[in-house]
């Protein structure tokens, strides 16, 4: 068993990154123009306020960018920042712990993102396959 994970860590990897994007850029889309049940936790941001509407503006974009596979590195250090942000700033005042705060979606996606960030974007990302013809030419 322990050898298919090795041999597959790669799209793992991928499949990880991708589902961690889908998510958070769900999260922004609910956020800016409700769907998918709408924002959570309160009325929709008005266009332009802080932090709200710029978090969701970065939830979908910064998401979008790791789910795709571009520029995965900086969006998700972008991603993981913002929920470290969100947790230190709305959260943790109310409670050190997440779960007596409500801030274990926040430090999850934080701590989730910055793996992400470690890992790169493994096989199945866009910037892997537009360098992939690159790469064999050179060879």
């Not at 710029?54 to 795709?68: E, F, P, S």
């Not at 409670?95 to 493994?122: R, S």
Request: hydrophobic share 55%.
């Amino acid at each position: 068993m322990e050898s298919l994970f090795k041999q597959q860590q790669d799209l793992f990897v991928a499949l990880y990154r991708i589902v961690m994007g889908l998510l958070f850029a769900c999260h922004g889309a609910a956020t800016l123009f409700g769907v998918l049940g709408g924002p959570q936790g309160g009325p929709a941001p008005a266009f332009g306020e802080w932090p709200g509407w710029w978090a969701a503006v970065i939830q979908l974009v910064a998401g979008g960018l790791v789910l795709l596979g571009v520029a995965t590195r900086p969006a998700a250090v972008v991603c993981s920042g913002t929920m470290a942000y969100a947790y230190f700033v709305v959260h943790q005042p109310q409670a050190l712990f997440p779960i007596e705060n409500g801030g274990e979606k926040a430090a999850l996606f934080c701590w989730g993102f910055l793996l992400v960030a470690v890992l790169g974007p493994g096989r199945w990302a866009l910037s892997t396959l537009r360098a992939a013809p690159q790469e064999s030419l050179v060879r």
